[in-house]
């Protein structure tokens, strides 16, 4: 395993002007979150990708700001926004593809409180599959976050995932287990061996996210716990702008990790 940061831990800043920072940090694993729309278009990304050749980064994963939306684009009953969903995702993929991305980091559905018939069960993992598969076919894999505000709060969501599209990864989030009132060991049991992605972070008895080694969190256990499901990915930082006041604190953060995992 190895440490990252995500960019999105210094958001609003632009994504070319985070780069050099997290290269000045002496980190090389990134996952680049990008903000909007003109950000997927080549012009932008090749730039981006230029930029991480330069310094030497590994973009681990790209995570995109229509997160906020996927229920919407992709898993209403509206079957035409569906189709345009999947292949405005496409772009996604092949975005992250350019910038020698793995994974894109997926949220999903809001929770909304109601549960799936049949019928919208069975269309919403055909949706799953097609994403998979035209992920696949750019060399790129979905991962399907935990997210405090979506059904993949619940472990138990997650598990019938697991069953029904087995091409489909995950991505744990330990800030967001905390945020849904949950324990991160409970995604590691639902979908350990299917993680891919890890983003970290710290907590205490009254904040769910906190710069790693500032709060509670008990690292030598949760390591452990990822490599007996064979996870042997990275562990990317993502923490909040708040959470910290000037660049440094994550370079010590880096160094609280690496002395469970190398940088």
């Not at 681990?60 to 209403?76: A, I, K, Q, R």
């Not at 793995?102 to 055909?126: N, P, S, V, Y």
């Not at 945020?179 to 710290?202: L, M, P, Q, T, Y």
Request: charged share 25%; with cysteine; proline share 3%.
């Amino acid at each position: 395993m190895r440490i990252g940061i995500s960019t999105a831990c210094f958001y609003p800043q632009p994504v070319e002007e985070i780069l050099p920072v997290l290269a000045g940090l002496g980190v090389h694993a990134v996952e680049i979150f990008f903000n909007t729309e003109s950000e997927f278009e080549p012009h932008f990304y090749e730039q981006i990708g230029a930029q991480v050749k330069s310094y030497g980064l590994d973009v681990v994963s790209v995570h995109p700001y229509t997160s906020l939306m996927e229920g919407m684009l992709l898993f209403s009953d509206y079957k035409r926004r569906t189709e345009d969903g999947l292949m405005q995702y496409q772009r996604y993929f092949e975005c992250a593809a350019a910038l020698g991305a793995r994974f894109l980091t997926f949220h999903g559905e809001r929770d909304m409180g109601h549960q799936d018939d049949a019928a919208r069960w069975a269309r919403k993992c055909e949706v799953y599959r097609r994403l998979c598969g035209i992920a696949s076919a750019c060399g790129i894999t979905l991962a399907q976050e935990n997210v405090a505000w979506c059904r993949s709060r619940d472990p138990d969501f997650l598990r019938a995932l697991y069953c029904a599209v087995p091409e489909l990864r995950y991505t744990l989030d330990i800030k967001q287990a905390r945020r849904a009132g949950r324990n991160w060991k409970e995604f590691i049991d639902a979908v350990g061996d299917r993680i891919v992605n890890v983003h970290i972070s710290d907590f205490s008895a009254d904040q769910s996210c906190l710069l790693p080694g500032t709060g509670c969190m008990d690292y030598a256990d949760f390591f452990s716990r990822l490599r007996a499901v064979g996870y042997d990915g990275h562990t990317l930082i993502e923490v909040y702008r708040n959470n910290f006041t000037k660049a440094e604190e994550l370079a010590r953060a880096v160094r609280v990790l690496s002395r469970f995992a190398p940088v």
